[in-house]
């Protein structure tokens, strides 16, 4: 039985490994780049409530 299977995208044939290496880089980086949106976006928030009571 063979385990080593490649997934092909035209040209590039990855390993099953890095293929899923690949996917969960880019899950972990979306959620990343989520997250660190959620202290800009207060940030955002504060400076305009602060602009407004002045």
């Keep these: ?3 080593y299977l490649t997934v092909s995208f035209g040209e590039l044939e990855l390993s099953n490994l890095s ?5 969960g880089i880019t899950v972990l ?3 990343s780049f989520v997250l660190s949106t959620i202290p800009l976006t207060k940030n ?3 400076t305009k409530n602060t ?4």
């Design 44 to 46: 955002i928030k504060d």
């Design 29 to 31: 980086f979306v959620i």
């Design 51 to 54: 602009a407004s009571k002045k």
């Design 19 to 23: 293929f899923w290496s690949l996917v």
């Design 1 to 3: 039985m063979n385990l």
